[in-house]
């Protein structure tokens, strides 16, 4: 995975010792590693972000209210999560309003994941974030870019419609307007007999 080399936008901050005494067993080895060495970590393009659990821990069980307990690891510029929770990943991609759970997802495939924006383009919804960066810059690793009016409220899919916001604060207001992520799976018309 590479790195942007510049400063505290590019990541690179440390990790609450707290998170690591708290989390460290729990997540992957990898991630413990990436925490204790570099600490906070985005991608050369800045899609894909190694997070602080601490910076978005105290709204956890607003945003995310089936996973109670779930540690957030990852975030992409869109604001959506990778958290862990128990033995699942689940991918929580609140613009959208849905989550889905990978169980027995080796964390190494997120790191490799980071580095494939074909593959980031379906796993990981990654839409027109290049045209976003090219309007409005990379967001820091602890913002992320939002819909004005979000897609939940009818708001369009377009560069236009699009701000940097707070990462934790843009989450906490998705889900007060639209309500907690849905389970994708609940969400699929079930298959209909022949």
């Known amino acids: 995975m590479s790195y942007f080399p510049r400063g505290d936008r590019a990541g690179g901050r440390p990790v609450s010792p707290e998170s690591i005494e708290r989390f460290g067993a729990q997540v992957p080895l990898?991630?413990?590693e990436a925490w204790k060495s570099v600490g906070t970590l985005m991608t050369s393009d800045g899609f894909v972000r190694l997070i602080d659990p601490a910076?978005?821990?105290p709204v956890m069980d607003l945003i995310l209210p089936t996973h109670p307990g779930a540690?957030?690891?990852f975030a992409t510029a869109w604001g959506d999560l990778i958290v862990q929770?128990?033995?699942a990943y689940v991918l929580v991609l609140y613009r959208l309003g849905f989550y889905t759970e990978f169980f027995g997802m080796a964390i190494d495939y997120v790191f490799d994941l980071a580095d494939q924006a074909e593959e980031q383009a379906t796993?990981?919804?990654?839409?027109?974030?290049?045209d976003a960066v090219a309007a409005y810059g990379v967001p820091a690793i602890d913002e992320c870019f939002g819909f004005k009016l979000p897609l939940a409220m009818g708001g369009p899919d377009?560069?236009?419609n699009v701000a940097i916001r707070k990462l934790k604060e843009?989450?906490?207001?998705?889900?007060?307007?639209a309500g907690a992520p849905k389970d994708l799976d609940e969400l699929d018309p079930p298959e209909q007999s022949a």
Do not use: G, N
């Open 123 to 130: 796993s990981l919804q990654r839409l027109f974030y290049d």
């Open 158 to 160: 377009t560069v236009d």
């Open 55 to 57: 910076e978005v821990l």
């Open 170 to 177: 843009h989450l906490v207001f998705l889900v007060q307007a």
């Open 85 to 87: 929770h128990e033995d």
């Open 71 to 73: 540690i957030p690891t």
């Open 30 to 32: 990898t991630v413990d």
